[in-house]
């Protein structure tokens, strides 16, 4: 355990100006915590920011992307398919509509489970209730 640095105690200072240094130590903590309070949000502002500018431009080049790959497989499918190049935008978009209800139909699923952290703090309320009622009927 380190040793703390002892304040130096001088015995002729008064009660009053011990609860003035107190006063104003208190004062220089409660501003010292406050701006470090502001550093603190400042910098998570700032990553928080930054993460959102990357999110954005990796969604606006999937968005792209995406439309790119619909493209090719529309041209790819009608140039197989004798040159009928609405055959390939019919085809891609059935594709297309089909991954999404699929997509739809997975987020609907991960929706409707429980959420096991809500559910555990409940049976453990009900546990700490059940508990206290048992410790007031003793």
Known sequence: MPLREQTPIDPEVGI????????????RLATDEV?????ELQENLRTGARGTLWVS???GTA???TTAATIF???LIGRLASGHMWVGALVTGVLELALAAWLVK????AFSRPSYTFEQT???LKDTQAWVAAQRAD
């Open 16 to 27: 009053p100006d011990l609860i003035r240094r107190l006063t104003d130590d208190s004062k």
């Open 35 to 39: 701006r470090l309070a502001k550093l």
């Open 57 to 59: 431009v990796a969604f």
């Open 63 to 65: 968005v792209v992307a």
């Open 73 to 75: 497989l529309a041209a």
């Open 106 to 109: 997975r987020g609907i699923a």
């Open 122 to 124: 409940r049976e453990s």
